[in-house]
């Protein structure tokens, strides 16, 4: 084979290889997915709870982690492009409900939720929290009772959707807590009122 022939061959297989390179599709990375672990209540509510629903705006209905940058775009919110909770904040708040307060299966009271929200919220470029905010109502068989709103946040360790991820974890059992010490409370002044 001729040194001519043998280069135009060579030639012709480089570009080859180059055009598949460039026109092969690229395999990007999968999303991080995230979500909440609300571990098992050992010990029933003081109030015995026969049902939790929840209610929650369209964008905590989607599986996107969203963030605001309070220090700089307070109207904004934003959200991760490679991270995503397993289900949507609405989806993962419920099922936290639903372990944290064990229902009792037959009669007693029921909770109405509103989340309002569920976010990583960055005071500067290196600090941020995780924030819940809600609204529940404590409906007792004979109709409404108590409403309380509660706003819980947590430092997050990493400016990252890692870092919001853990802070919201850490909300969540703040949150439940909270829950559980409210219906202590209510339990004093709605004693039989929830009876399961």
Known sequence: MSKTRRFMLLSSLALLALAGCSISPTKEASPQRFELNVPAAASPAALPIADISLRAPSWLETSQM?????????????????????????????????????????????????????????????????????????MVPKGEGPVRRFEVVASAGFADAEGGAEALNEAMQKWLGELRTWLGQEAKTLAGACKA
Request: one cysteine or more; hydrophobic letters at 35%; a positive charge.
């Open 66 to 138: 969203g963030y605001r940058l309070r220090y700089a775009k307070a109207s904004r919110r934003e959200v991760y492009a490679r991270s995503r909770w397993v289900a949507s904040p609405a989806e993962l708040v419920m099922v936290g409900l639903k372990r944290g307060l064990p229902q009792s299966g037959q009669g007693g009271c029921r909770l109405r939720v509103e989340l309002d929200e569920f976010v990583q919220d960055f005071s500067s470029a290196n600090e941020s929290v995780g924030r819940i905010e809600a609204r529940v109502r404590l």
